[in-house]
């Protein structure tokens, strides 16, 4: 993966996508110091639970769409508006699921905000703004798929410059407190689905008004099996606040949050990584050369071990740098983060094993991977966190990240075959 490209598209498109993502991770993280001196554990506990829901509401909600839209691209021999038509589809789809999350939402919106900690307007504006971050994510996917690094990543630098701008002047200026961070955060989610919405639009790739009954089924059946894959996801990485807070409160909630977004900046790495790699291995897989598959198997183990080495700094390192940028009051976070870090590292083994699967667009297994790592994390959460604290979370999630690597290349194997144990020509 790592190999000489032609016109070196590969390393320039990692290069634009992880300098998108460092700045769009430094954005909120420089805002960082500032909310853990203007909100308490507590307030910050409730901004966690916030943004847990938005995860748990994506896979039922997005149904994988944006996926199922970029892997369109790939189709041979579409027609002009076969794209098109595809996304508005897609579209389609995520109105009538939002639809019916936001009527149950809305039922037991009482149950849910006194559960969560959370006001009900937040729970059912919740349902709103996770369907405005999946258009985003279509108009994002397209970008992707077509090598447009740099457009990619302006939107999502100038979303995250709105989103910390309007949590500056809600939280320090207004004093809003939590409530000022989670509304910064609806207002950024749903301008920025409203300019994607647009965008797709202005650039001819979406016709709403037009019944496929082919797209919308050929769109389930990529989205729908995973749904169990995203709910593991959700078990494996969102999951963890729901059990401190129910544990150990609020507060505990908050400080873990601090951890988990210090190891979730070792995450957008392999993210950027991943966007760029992805149209590079599509076609490289399209073409079904084994020498080329030898190569892409080789570098992908030399970077498996040079990432698993680098983990190793966040234990090191990672304990100083959360007491210097969040203060004393969050200082129990850095007793978690190396093990974050090392369950991030995981995480990005995942990736570059998982792509076959969706290549292969058979994704049904996948989900039993997520579902299988997912409920062992959330067994070992229920057990660990009552008698370890915030450490027993931090175990758990390490433990079941490696599972899920583990499990996802054993599926991966047997949805597209990769020489993984036969690397000499």
């Known amino acids: 993966m790592f190999s000489k490209l032609k016109g070196n598209t590969f390393l320039a498109g990692s290069a634009v996508y992880l300098a998108s993502n460092i700045l769009n991770a430094a954005i909120p993280f420089a805002l960082l110091p500032v909310l853990t001196r203007y909100l308490s554990p507590e307030e910050y506990g409730q901004v966690a639970m916030f943004q847990t829901l938005l995860g748990a509401l994506t896979a039922f909600i997005g149904l994988s769409l944006h996926g199922a839209a970029g892997r369109k691209f790939y189709d041979g021999n579409l027609a002009a508006n076969d794209l098109k038509e595809f996304i508005g589809s897609c579209l389609q789809i995520l109105l009538v699921t939002t639809l019916i999350m936001l009527s149950i939402l809305f039922v037991f919106?009482?149950?849910?905000?006194?559960?969560?900690?959370?006001?009900?307007?937040?729970?059912?504006?919740?349902g709103l703004t996770t369907a405005a971050t999946i258009i985003a994510q279509i108009r994002l996917g397209q970008w992707q798929v077509r090598k447009k690094a740099k457009s990619y990543g302006a939107l999502q630098i100038s979303k995250s410059l709105l989103n910390v701008g309007l949590s500056l002047l809600l939280v320090v200026v207004f004093l809003q407190g939590s409530d000022g961070r989670i509304l910064a955060q609806i207002v950024a989610a749903g301008s920025f689905g409203l300019l994607a919405l647009w965008l797709l639009k202005r650039d001819d790739l979406l016709k709403f008004f037009v019944w496929r009954a082919d797209y919308i089924r050929e769109a389930l059946r990529f989205g729908v099996p995973l749904i169990p894959h995203v709910g593991g996801v959700f078990l494996l990485t969102t999951v963890d606040r729901f059990v401190i807070s129910a544990e150990l409160g609020l507060a505990e909630?908050?400080?873990?949050?601090?951890?988990?977004?210090?190891?979730?900046?070792?995450?957008?790495?392999?993210?950027?990584?991943?966007?760029?790699y992805v149209p590079w291995l599509f076609e490289r897989l399209k073409r079904d050369d084994e020498a080329e598959k030898r190569q892409i198997v080789r570098y992908t183990y030399a970077w498996f071990c040079f990432i698993l080495l680098g983990a190793g700094v966040g234990f090191l390192v990672g304990p100083w740098l959360i007491l210097f940028v969040a203060g004393a009051d969050y200082a129990r976070a850095g007793d978690v983060i190396g093990w974050l870090i090392l369950g991030h590292v995981?995480?990005?083994m995942y990736l570059m094993v998982t792509n076959y699967i969706f290549f292969s667009k058979r994704t049904g297994l996948l989900s039993v991977a997520s579902v299988l790592a997912g409920l062992v994390n959330f067994f070992l959460l229920l057990v660990l966190v009552r008698h370890l604290g915030l450490e027993g979370a931090a175990y758990a999630f390490c433990f079941s990240m490696a599972l899920r690597f583990l499990l996802s290349w054993y599926v991966a194997q047997k949805r597209h075959s990769m020489p993984w144990f036969a690397l000499r020509n």
């Open 109 to 126: 919106s009482g149950e849910f905000g006194q559960w969560l900690g959370l006001d009900t307007k937040w729970v059912l504006l919740a």
């Open 253 to 276: 909630a908050g400080i873990y949050m601090v951890a988990v977004q210090f190891g979730m900046a070792i995450s957008l790495v392999f993210d950027a990584i991943n966007k760029a």
């Open 346 to 348: 995981f995480s990005g």
